[in-house]
Protein backbone atom coordinates (compact mmCIF):
# COMPACT_ATOMS: atom_id res chain seq x y z
CA UNK A 1 0.00 0.00 0.00
CA UNK A 2 2.89 2.11 0.67
CA UNK A 3 4.78 1.74 -2.40
CA UNK A 4 1.62 2.90 -4.34
CA UNK A 5 1.10 5.76 -2.27
CA UNK A 6 4.79 6.73 -3.20
CA UNK A 7 4.28 6.01 -6.74
CA UNK A 8 1.32 8.23 -6.72
CA UNK A 9 3.34 11.01 -5.04
CA UNK A 10 6.27 10.88 -7.39
CA UNK A 11 3.40 10.98 -10.53
CA UNK A 12 1.75 13.71 -9.57
CA UNK A 13 4.87 15.74 -8.33
CA UNK A 14 6.40 14.99 -11.69
CA UNK A 15 3.27 16.24 -13.59
CA UNK A 16 2.78 19.32 -11.00
CA UNK A 17 6.72 19.99 -12.21
CA UNK A 18 6.02 19.98 -15.13
CA UNK A 19 3.00 22.03 -15.34
CA UNK A 20 4.87 24.92 -13.36
CA UNK A 21 7.41 24.28 -15.40
CA UNK A 22 4.98 25.42 -18.70
CA UNK A 23 4.26 28.52 -16.86
CA UNK A 24 7.55 29.65 -16.62
CA UNK A 25 8.44 29.11 -20.09
CA UNK A 26 9.75 25.93 -20.00
CA UNK A 27 9.40 22.71 -22.46
CA UNK A 28 6.97 19.62 -20.94
CA UNK A 29 10.72 18.20 -20.89
CA UNK A 30 12.64 20.60 -19.11
CA UNK A 31 9.96 20.81 -16.54
CA UNK A 32 10.24 17.09 -16.44
CA UNK A 33 13.87 16.77 -15.81
CA UNK A 34 14.19 19.61 -13.58
CA UNK A 35 11.26 18.08 -11.22
CA UNK A 36 12.75 14.84 -11.00
CA UNK A 37 17.02 16.08 -10.32
CA UNK A 38 15.04 17.92 -7.68
CA UNK A 39 13.26 15.04 -6.44
CA UNK A 40 16.20 12.90 -6.70
CA UNK A 41 18.33 15.64 -4.90
CA UNK A 42 15.81 15.65 -1.46
CA UNK A 43 16.38 11.68 -1.70
CA UNK A 44 19.57 11.96 -1.43
CA UNK A 45 19.84 14.38 1.35
CA UNK A 46 17.43 13.14 3.25
CA UNK A 47 18.94 9.62 3.26
CA UNK A 48 22.53 11.05 3.82
CA UNK A 49 20.76 12.45 6.49
CA UNK A 50 18.77 9.64 8.29
CA UNK A 51 20.04 8.47 11.71
CA UNK A 52 19.51 4.84 10.79
CA UNK A 53 22.02 4.03 8.15
CA UNK A 54 22.20 -0.56 8.78
CA UNK A 55 19.20 -2.75 9.11
CA UNK A 56 16.86 -0.30 10.58
CA UNK A 57 13.00 -0.79 10.31
Do not use: D
Amino acid sequence: MRLGIGLFAVLTALLAGAAIGRLFGLSVGQGLYLTALALALMGWLIGRNSPCRENCQ
